[in-house]
C-alpha cells in the first residue's frame, strides 16, 4: 500500500519459509506473513505495556509490535478508558486492495514496559474502532508455552487468543529490540525487546514435539547452539 496502513488488515499474502543457515538471518516482516500450511499456527510479536491514562496512572494494555504499520494505532475503547484526549487529525488509513478506513482521530500518550521506569515513549496514536482479531487465532499447545516460560516474557499470555487494543508500528520499531534472539525451525523465535522477549514465528497447531536446535543470535549475528 502507498498510504498510511497497518500490515494486520492484509488478510492474503504469499507464503513464507524461512530455514536458518550458519551466519545467515533471513529477514521477512513478522506482521504480514501467513501460514505455510494449516499445522502452524503464526504468532504474531505481541507484548503488554503500561499506558498512561489522563489521571497519571498507568494501565497494563496488550499491544503488538508492527513493523510494517506506518502509524502507532488504539482501538476506540481502550482510548475511553484511558480517558485520552481525542483531536482531528487529516490522515488515510487503508488496508487491503487500498480501501481506506474509517478512523476517529489521534491521541497522544506516554507508554513504558511492565517491569521498568524505562524507557518511556511518547506516541501519538490513530484511533481505529477495531485493529484487528483476536490473537493469537487459537490456542498455542502448552509446551510452546513451557518452551520459552524461563524467559522474562514481554506478553506472558502470548499463547491464549486475546484482545488487542494497540498497535506500536515503524516509527518505534527500531527503538523496541535489542538484537538479542533465540531462533527455532518450527517452535517460534525470541526476540529480546525493552518490554521483555516478544515470542513470534511459526509454532505447530498439535501438541507433538520436534527435534530440532535452537540458535542463539546475538547482536553481532553470531550464531551459538542453545
Known amino acids: ?53 489522563t489521571d497519571g496512572n498507568y494501565q497494563p494494555v496488550r499491544a503488538v509490535i508492527d513493523s510494517a504499520a506506518m502509524s502507532n494505532l488504539i482501538t476506540q475503547e481502550c482510548a475511553r478508558r484511558l480517558k485520552l484526549k481525542l483531536y482531528s487529525k487529516q490522515t488515510n488509513v487503508s488496508g487491503v486492495g487500498d480501501l481506506e478506513v474509517s478512523h476517529n482521530g489521534a491521541v497522544k500518550c506516554s ?11 511518547s506516541v501519538e496514536m490513530t484511533v481505529l474502532p477495531v485493529i484487528t482479531q483476536r490473537l493469537p487465532t487459537i490456542q498455542v499447545p502448552k509446551f510452546i508455552k513451557e518452551k520459552w516460560q524461563h524467559l ?53 497447531k498439535n501438541s507433538q514435539r520436534s527435534n530440532q536446535i535452537n540458535l542463539m543470535c546475538t547482536e553481532d549475528f553470531t550464531l551459538q547452539s542453545a
Not at 498510511?4 to 513464507?16: P, V
Open 111 to 121: 507508554l513504558k514496559p511492565r517491569n521498568q521506569a524505562k524507557p518511556e515513549f
Open 1 to 53: 500500500c502507498r498510504r498510511k496502513h497497518h500490515s494486520l488488515l492484509h488478510k492474503g499474502s504469499e507464503g513464507f519459509s524461512a530455514p536458518v543457515h550458519k551466519n545467515e538471518i533471513r529477514q521477512t516482516n513478522l506482521a504480514s506473513i501467513t501460514t505455510p500450511d494449516d499445522s502452524y499456527i503464526p504468532l504474531l510479536g505481541t507484548t503488554v505495556v503500561l499506558v498512561q491514562d
Open 152 to 204: 522474562q516474557l514481554a506478553d506472558p499470555q502470548f499463547d491464549k487468543p486475546a484482545k488487542v487494543d494497540i498497535i506500536l508500528g515503524a516509527g518505534i520499531f527500531p527503538y523496541v529490540y535489542t538484537g538479542k534472539k533465540v531462533l527455532t525451525d518450527s517452535d517460534g523465535c525470541a526476540l529480546e525487546s525493552v518490554f521483555g522477549w516478544v515470542i513470534t514465528g511459526f509454532t505447530p
